[in-house]
């Protein structure tokens, strides 16, 4: 009798992998055979991925078309494994991805690093709020020693493209 933690390691292994090894363990319930219950949770997997992908690359998804991104997305879920518990973080490598298979169309990539910037900027540490009183309180002399700080979340990355002009086109009303 294999243990509760081997059979999951097996479904999970089975899922990720489209293989179907759990077969032989399980008994057919009702009308769906064992393998027929395996690939429907393959599918939403895959699906539930393709979705997440989907609305954080929102900008990428829509200048791509669904057949293109959806293409993409299953090409990424395949060659990079979710290995996070926060679905959130999925996406990490996708602007990489991209780059590297359209490495002709570097506006691809460089439009998903922005959505992918963007959904991430509000996930840093905080940081204490400048106020106006506070810069309005210093005297002349105060402003010889005035430092101002980024906020840790901010990032700059160099872009190649017109890929700002591109997510603002899709994000205008």
Same mark, same amino acid.
């Given at each position: 009798?294999?243990?509760?933690?081997?059979?999951?390691?097996?479904?999970?292994?089975?899922?990720?992998?489209?293989?179907?090894?759990?077969?032989?363990?399980?008994?057919?319930?009702?009308?769906?055979?064992?393998?027929?219950?395996?690939?429907?949770?393959?599918?939403?997997?895959?699906?539930?991925?393709?979705?997440?992908?989907?609305?954080?690359?929102?900008?990428?998804?829509?200048?791509?078309?669904?057949?293109?991104?959806?293409?993409?997305?299953?090409?990424?879920?395949?060659?990079?494994?979710?290995?996070?518990? =926060?679905?959130?973080?999925?996406?990490?490598?996708?602007?990489?991805?991209?780059?590297?298979?359209?490495?002709?169309?570097?506006?691809?990539?460089?439009?998903?690093?922005?959505?992918?910037?963007?959904?991430?900027?509000?996930?840093?540490?905080?940081?204490?709020?400048?106020?106006?009183?506070?810069?309005?309180?210093?005297?002349?002399?105060?402003?010889?020693?005035?430092?101002?700080?980024?906020?840790?979340?901010?990032?700059?990355?160099?872009?190649?493209? =017109?890929?700002?002009?591109?997510?603002?086109?899709?994000?205008?009303?």
């Amino acid at each position: 009798m294999q243990t509760l933690e081997r059979l999951q390691s097996v479904f999970q292994d089975d899922v990720l992998t489209g293989q179907l090894q759990l077969v032989s363990a399980l008994g057919r319930q009702g009308k769906v055979s064992p393998s027929q219950g395996i690939e429907i949770y393959q599918n939403a997997y895959r699906l539930r991925l393709i979705e997440t992908l989907k609305d954080t690359f929102e900008h990428t998804a829509l200048y791509l078309g669904d057949s293109w991104f959806e293409s993409a997305c299953l090409d990424y879920i395949q060659s990079h494994p979710s290995e996070n518990h =926060n679905i959130g973080f999925f996406g990490q490598q996708f602007p990489d991805f991209l780059h590297a298979h359209y490495p002709k169309d570097p506006d691809i990539g460089e439009l998903a690093l922005i959505d992918w910037r963007l959904r991430r900027a509000f996930d840093g540490p905080d940081e204490q709020a400048l106020e106006l009183g506070v810069l309005a309180d210093l005297s002349p002399s105060d402003w010889d020693f005035v430092i101002f700080r980024f906020v840790p979340t901010l990032l700059c990355h160099p872009l190649q493209s =017109n890929a700002v002009a591109i997510w603002q086109a899709i994000n205008a009303p």
